[in-house]
C-alpha cells in the first residue's frame, strides 16, 4: 500500500472551501469508489486552520498512475487553482510490521 499525506493550505478558510466543494461535488466519493483507492479521508490539523490534510492510500502505484491519468484529476486540479492552494505531500510505502505487531491493541 502507498499513502500520500496531502497538505493543502490557503488563506483564510480556502482549504476549508476545498475540501467542501471536493465532497459536496462528489469528486471527493467518485475518488474513493476507484478501483485502488483504499483510503480518501480529509482532516483539519488543529495547529493550523489553514490547512486541510488529506490521506490518500493506494493498493499500488499502477492504481495511482491511472488515478493520475483521469479526467478527475482535472477538476481536482481545477479546484486548487480555484482556491489559491499550495501543497506539501509525504509518500509513505507500508509495509509488515514484523515484530511491531505485538504493541498494535485491535
Do not use: C
Request: glycine letters at 4%.
Amino acid at each position: 500500500m502507498i499513502t500520500l499525506n496531502f497538505y493543502y493550505t490557503g488563506k483564510a478558510d480556502n482549504a476549508q472551501k476545498f475540501m467542501q466543494e471536493m465532497e459536496a461535488s462528489g469528486i471527493a466519493e467518485r475518488i474513493r469508489q476507484v478501483p485502488g483507492n483504499l483510503r480518501y479521508d480529509y482532516f483539519q490539523p488543529v495547529s493550523d486552520p489553514e490547512t486541510i490534510l488529506l490521506i490518500d492510500s493506494w493498493e499500488n502505484q499502477a492504481t495511482i498512475d491511472a488515478h493520475h491519468a483521469s479526467p478527475m484529476m482535472q477538476e481536482l486540479a481545477q479546484l486548487r487553482e480555484k482556491y489559491d492552494l499550495h501543497m506539501h505531500v509525504e509518500r509513505y510505502v507500508s509495509e509488515d510490521l514484523g515484530q511491531d505487531a505485538q504493541f498494535i491493541r485491535k
